[in-house]
């Protein structure tokens, strides 16, 4: 069916609204966001590590609770560990096929340097999943 475009009464006002501007807006706010969305997630270049593609388990492995208490002391769960025996232990969870999380407790008012040195001895030993523990405001 063909449309009639001379209108039979030419002062009346048309019933009919233009949307071809609307779509056009439409389009160009969508093309926008599409390119700004990726750069506003990704502010800070950081190469997160990867993780193997097999399968999740049903069970959770129980995370392991490192923390350092207002003097610097390394604790494994409740139990005070020195800085190689920390670092033994470390080694030998990291050898199971599936390491839990390490979750690491830290003194507020401690010097950030002794939170470093235990990073880097959960680093050095091969483990990647770390959790910090932080409390809400």
Known sequence: MARNFHRSKPLEAMSELN???????AFALLIIFMITAPLLQQTIDINVPLES?????DQ????????????????????????????????LVSET?????IQIRADAKLP????????????GAGLAKISLETKAR
Do not use: C, H
Request: hydrophobic fraction near 40%; charge should be negative; glycine fraction near 4%.
């Open 53 to 57: 593609a097999r399968p999740q388990q």
């Open 19 to 25: 949307v071809t501007p609307l779509i056009d807006l």
């Open 112 to 123: 950030y340097q002794r939170v470093v040195n235990l990073l880097d001895l959960v680093k």
């Open 97 to 101: 096929d599936d390491p839990p999380v």
């Open 60 to 91: 959770q492995t129980e995370p392991i609770m490192l923390s350092i208490d207002p003097s610097g002391q390394f604790y494994w769960g409740n139990e005070p560990v020195a800085d190689n025996e920390m670092e033994a232990r470390l080694q």
